[in-house]
């Protein structure tokens, strides 16, 4: 059975510092999903990662794979308010179709 | 282009009733799955539905099915509510992009059980 781990769970940082979130996943996969949810809201896609050694980039967002290590990060850079929210990883398989396996969220809050 | 849409956006029912939640995905997605978040449980997947077929099932009793019209349009049912049944529902409308799923996430349907 597939799981996903993220860790912290709960972030609490202040603006401008630098931290990292990471997920680690039991099976192999190449397709490995961020996304972030809003109080309330539903869930918007970050990036997907879909290659060993992939790295993304969007803001002050940066998320990398290590298919190897079966572990994605998702490393913030000088966190400002609006950063807050949760955060999850999220893997699908090739045999599953476009079923996701989520973790269990990162809650993030960046504190002025 | 329109995005996922989900009806009711929020119910309120009591134990022992039944309720039905609809997903219109984006035009052109055939794929369509539903998710239920927790605080306890987390995201959760239900099923997934492909041109009106159940492609994929997660661990979830009976009382939870679902199908898909020939428009791509998915319903949810579940029976016999129980209290533990209120949660947030997502649906996801997906397309495949050559390599990986595109997956758009609606709004969500807000269901509370007393």
């Known amino acids: 059975e597939l799981k996903v781990e993220q860790n912290p769970l709960f972030l609490s940082m202040q603006e401008g510092k630098n931290y990292t979130i990471y997920c680690n996943y039991s099976?192999?996969?190449?397709?490995l999903y961020w996304y972030r949810q809003d109080p309330g809201k539903s869930l918007e896609s970050l990036f997907v990662?879909?290659?060993?050694?992939a790295v993304k980039q969007e803001g002050r967002l940066m998320a990398s794979l290590d298919t190897k290590a079966r572990l994605s990060t998702l490393h913030i850079t000088a966190a400002v308010h609006d950063l807050s929210a949760t955060y999850f990883c999220?893997?699908?398989?090739?045999?599953?179709?476009?079923?996701?396996?989520f973790g269990e969220g990162t809650q993030l809050t960046v504190n002025p | 282009k329109a995005g996922v849409t989900q009806t009711p956006r929020y119910l309120i029912k009591t134990r022992g009733q039944q309720v039905t939640l609809s997903c219109s995905p984006i035009?052109?997605?055939?794929?369509v799955s539903w998710y239920q978040q927790t605080p306890g449980q987390g995201l959760q997947f239900l099923f997934e539905?492909?041109?009106?077929?159940?492609?994929n099932k997660g661990n979830f009793p009976g009382r939870f099915s679902g199908r898909q019209f020939s428009n791509s349009r998915s319903e949810m049912n579940v029976s016999t509510l129980e209290l533990g049944d209120s949660a947030l529902y997502l649906c996801?409308?997906?397309?495949?992009?050559?390599?990986?799923?595109?997956?758009?996430f609606g709004p969500g349907t807000r269901l509370t059980v007393l």
């Open positions: 035009s052109g997605h055939r794929s």
């Open positions: 999220a893997v699908d398989l090739e045999t599953s179709g476009s079923r996701l396996t």
């Open positions: 990662l879909l290659s060993n050694g």
């Open positions: 099976t192999t996969s190449d397709r």
């Open positions: 996801a409308s997906s397309l495949w992009s050559g390599g990986w799923y595109e997956q758009f």
């Open positions: 539905y492909f041109s009106e077929t159940q492609r």
